[in-house]
């Protein structure tokens, strides 16, 4: 490829990240990202409300930490996170540069202004959720920290499952997880609504069907989440 032409790609990049419908555009897809990581990650962790001890949360833990394309999964997932968080700060100012004197007068779009607010307040929230979630059990799981046992064919792993439960049996901890997890509702029921608008979403049958299956979304799987945390402290 010539430099004439690798040039005109840099800049044909550069301007669409410097564009609003471009970050917004990156902002739905690290999102949807993030929407499918939520959906696994409930899938994976469900599996603690096994009445078995731990002993199928482990393997699966064994089998999440040592599977090469789970690796590099994780490794997306923490670049879409960190991906996801910049664009919205860069959205945020640029939208607060498009408009000099805040609300010293009727915003053009008063609803979207304050939707835009609502979604960085419940974002700060989720960050700093997550970096607590990570250094109870990311953190522990990586850096050591966690009970040694063995595991089916006499594999050693690690019980998470018993971390998990410690963890859960402070009921404070418990209250902060499902108050988040109401964070994580609301955050998901724009963030959805948001997505629908950028992907330009717009038939006549399927869209509303789509829009209905987004807010299942964003109800159950903050309920689901809430439950897993709740049962452990209940039941422990
Ligand atoms: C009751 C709810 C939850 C439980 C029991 C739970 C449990 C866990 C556990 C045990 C790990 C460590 C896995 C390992 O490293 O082997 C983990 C990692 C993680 N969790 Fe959660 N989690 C919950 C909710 C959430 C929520 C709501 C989010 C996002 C908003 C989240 C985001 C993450 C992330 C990003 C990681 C790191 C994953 C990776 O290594 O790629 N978790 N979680």
Redesign the pocket.
């Known amino acids: 490829m010539s430099t004439v032409q690798t040039e005109k790609k840099q800049h044909w990049l550069i301007n669409f990240l410097n564009s609003t419908i471009g970050r917004k555009l990156l902002m739905a897809l690290t999102g949807t990202f993030l929407i499918l ?2 959906f696994v ?1 409930l899938i994976g ?1 469900l599996q ?1 409300l096994i009445p078995d001890n731990g002993k199928t949360f482990n393997e699966y ?1 064994y089998f ?2 040592h599977n090469k394309f789970i690796q590099v999964v ?1 490794f997306g ?2 670049f879409f ?1 960190v991906l996801h968080i910049i664009v919205s700060i860069v959205l945020t100012i640029a939208n607060q540069k498009a408009r000099p004197v805040a609300y010293a007068y009727q915003a053009k779009n008063p609803k979207s202004s304050s939707a835009s607010r609502q979604m960085m307040i419940l974002g700060s929230i ?1 960050l700093l ?2 970096v607590m ?2 250094a109870h ?2 953190a522990k ?2 850096f050591g920290g966690l009970t040694e046992i063995e595991l089916t064919g006499g594999v050693k792993g690690h019980d ?1 499952y018993a971390a ?1 439960v410690d963890v859960f049996k402070q009921w404070w901890i418990v209250a902060i ?1 499902v108050v988040c ?1 109401i964070g ?1 509702a609301f955050h998901l029921l724009h963030g959805f609504q948001s997505a629908f608008q950028t992907f330009g979403l717009n038939h006549q049958k399927y869209t509303p069907i789509i829009k209905s299956v987004g807010i299942g979304f964003a109800i159950l799987i903050p309920f689901l ?1 809430a439950l ?2 709740l049962v452990i402290f209940l039941t422990n």
Do not use: C, D, Q, R
């Open positions: 990581f939520l990650h962790n603690l833990a999440m930490g994780s997932n923490f996170i989720i959720f997550l979630h990570l059990f990311w799981s990586k998470l998990t997880y997890m994580v989440y897993i945390p």
